[in-house]
């Protein structure tokens, strides 16, 4: 879907700045590793309140930076999933303009919470805006499904049922919010690696995994906001995976359902442990306890289900 080449000098714009969203998998259903070395899955998302922003301002040469806690591990070159996301949007709509991407990163690096595939919803919308490609939702959505299985959902936020590898999107009908805290592990885990773990554990055992289907309480808990019915339908089949890997995470859910959690499931391919709390007052319970007992080194509370990718500032916002 490339667009007629049109040359773009640099043009003085001002920046365009986009917020986009962490995301919890409350249901993550994970079948057989198909020919193309992705999983068939069946995941139910939900958009939660921690987001990182992301500025695209034209510039002489394309660079990215990043700023935030615990930022190490984050690449500041053309391997970063923004910096690829803008050159695929640039190439789509035929454009030739050197860009600076900033990330004000708050969603916890390999934390299996989207960080990246967040930023990388942020910069096709912000892209398509500074630029003014024209792409519509489909067409963005396009380039986050070659971009990575999460980032179509960071760009529509909200609640929906991911299949194939997690692209392929259906909304969902939810009632109200529901209170997380997040608590992050030390040491950070590769997506790869865990289904690939996964993958090993089946073998070991001798088994296929099932198809993935969508638990439908899950659905009836989302459409009632009811947070004790919610607890009790949270699983992910990668969660086996990630406590192999990592044992350690088998104590810090421990200390959340001890701290009054109602629920405790690894977030996506983990380290990250998702806490389902009752109310906004169980949450901050929640939340100081796990900080006070040192479990944790990054406790957050958070909201859901928030708006995916969005302008924050943009030249015709101003
Ligand atoms: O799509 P994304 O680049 O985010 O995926 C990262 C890695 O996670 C893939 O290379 C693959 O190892 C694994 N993955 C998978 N099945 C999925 C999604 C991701 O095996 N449905």
């Known amino acids: 879907m ?5 040359a773009v000098r640099p043009t003085g714009k001002a920046p365009v700045t986009v917020r986009a969203c962490a995301k919890v998998n409350l249901d993550l259903r994970v079948g057989a590793r198909r020919p193309d070395g992705y999983h068939e899955l069946s995941s139910v ?3 939660v309140g921690l987001h990182d922003d992301v500025t695209v301002t034209p510039a002489k040469r394309w660079s990215l930076t990043v700023e935030g806690k615990h930022i190490d591990a984050v690449p500041t070159d053309e391997t970063n999933l923004a910096w690829r996301a803008a050159v695929a949007v640039a190439e789509v709509g035929g454009v030739d303009e050197p860009l600076a991407i900033h990330i004000a990163k708050n969603i916890p690096v390999a934390g299996g919470m989207a960080g990246g595939s967040a930023d990388a919803a942020a910069t096709v919308l912000g892209c398509n805006t500074l630029w003014e490609v024209g792409l519509d939702r489909s067409e963005m959505l396009s380039i986050c499904a070659r971009l990575g299985s999460d980032v179509p959902f960071c760009l529509t936020g909200g609640v929906a049922v991911g299949r ?4 392929q999107l259906v909304p969902v009908l939810s009632h109200g919010s529901f209170h997380f805290v997040f608590a992050a592990s030390e ?3 590769s997506t790869p690696a865990v289904y690939a773990e996964y993958d090993r554990l089946h073998e070991a055992s001798g088994t296929r995994p099932d198809d993935p289907t ?3 309480d899950l659905l009836v808990a989302l ?9 009790r339908t949270l699983h992910n089949d990668l969660e086996g995976a990630a406590l192999s890997l990592h044992p350690q995470l088998g104590e810090l859910m421990e200390a959340g359902i001890e701290f009054g959690a109602l629920a405790g499931i690894v977030s996506g391919s983990g380290p990250t442990v998702a806490f389902l709390a009752a109310d906004q007052e169980s949450a901050l319970h929640l939340a100081i306890a796990l900080t006070a007992s040192g479990t944790s080194r990054q406790v957050r509370h958070t909201v859901g289900p928030v708006q995916g990718a969005h302008l924050v500032t943009s030249a015709g916002r101003r």
């Open 187 to 189: 040491t950070g885990l």
């Open 214 to 216: 969508l638990n439908p």
């Open 223 to 231: 459409r009632s906001g009811d947070a004790y019915a919610l607890a």
């Open 45 to 47: 998302f939900l958009g």
């Open 164 to 167: 194939g590898r997690g692209e």
């Open 2 to 6: 490339t667009r007629s080449l049109r």
